[in-house]
């Protein structure tokens, strides 16, 4: 059964880069049935889509964070990665990595289980 | 880009929960539903308005009719206390756009 886990430092200054990797289990990354994505959610808060990445690298992103994002994929590792750029206090939130099913559809049918990214000095 | 959803839905145990969500899009896009329980990550339980997923109580039922869509659920038990979030895109299809989220209180 796949699975997704997410890594990366608990806390970043600002006005740092955010960085962190999904990494896939029990299934292929590179798998054309599907893509992959990111998801944010600041504590108490709503959900925020980030960006969908496909196997082979090309993504896109949410057009209010485009010019902060950067992703990647490495299939040899099974891992994808988001970089966020200049984060301030509002980019704290639990980031969320995600599959999402290939097709016309966007959506998220599997996701792991979180990691919380505080920003402060 | 926004779909709208109410902040909060209270319904008694074996009532029925009705959680709306709006926006432009829904006309031509389809929506999907995620329920979030506390400290844990959201769980896609919805399909393309009304596709419920394999697992999921035949309670939950989603509808659309023109920019709503409405997740119901029949006879509500104490176990479906949760954040209920709608998920779409953007009219052109590309950008994912999710709800403000419905916190449903059983009472």
């Known amino acids: 059964q796949l699975q997704l886990q997410e890594s990366g430092p608990g806390l970043v200054k600002p006005p740092e880069t955010l960085s962190l990797t999904c990494s896939v289990s029990?299934?292929?990354?590179?798998?054309?049935?599907?893509?992959w994505g990111w998801i944010r959610q600041p504590p108490g808060k709503g959900l925020e889509w980030i960006a969908t990445v496909w196997p082979s690298g090309s993504a896109y992103f949410n057009p209010s964070l485009k010019s902060r994002i950067t992703t990647s994929v490495d299939t040899s590792k099974s891992q994808f990665s988001l970089r966020l750029d200049s984060v301030t206090a509002a980019d704290t939130a639990i980031y969320y990595c995600?599959?999402?099913?290939?097709?016309?559809?966007?959506?998220?049918?599997?996701w792991g289980r979180g990691t919380l990214v505080t920003v402060s000095s | 880009y926004e779909l709208t959803q109410p902040p909060s839905v209270s319904v008694s145990p074996g009532q029925t929960a009705r959680i709306s969500c709006s926006g432009d899009?829904?006309?031509?896009?389809?929506a999907f539903w995620y329920q979030q329980k506390p400290g844990q990550a959201p769980v896609l339980i919805m399909y393309?308005?009304?596709a419920r997923l394999s697992g999921v109580p035949e309670r939950f039922s989603g509808s659309s009719s023109g920019t709503t869509v409405t997740l119901t659920i029949s006879g509500v038990q104490a176990e479906d206390e949760a954040d209920y979030y709608c998920q779409s895109t953007d009219a052109s299809g590309t950008y994912v756009v999710f709800g403000g989220g419905s916190k449903l209180t059983v009472l």
């Open positions: 899009a829904l006309a031509k896009q389809h």
């Open positions: 393309k308005d009304s």
């Open positions: 029990g299934g292929s990354i590179s798998s054309s049935d599907y893509y």
């Open positions: 995600a599959r999402h099913p290939h097709g016309t559809l966007r959506y998220f049918d599997l």
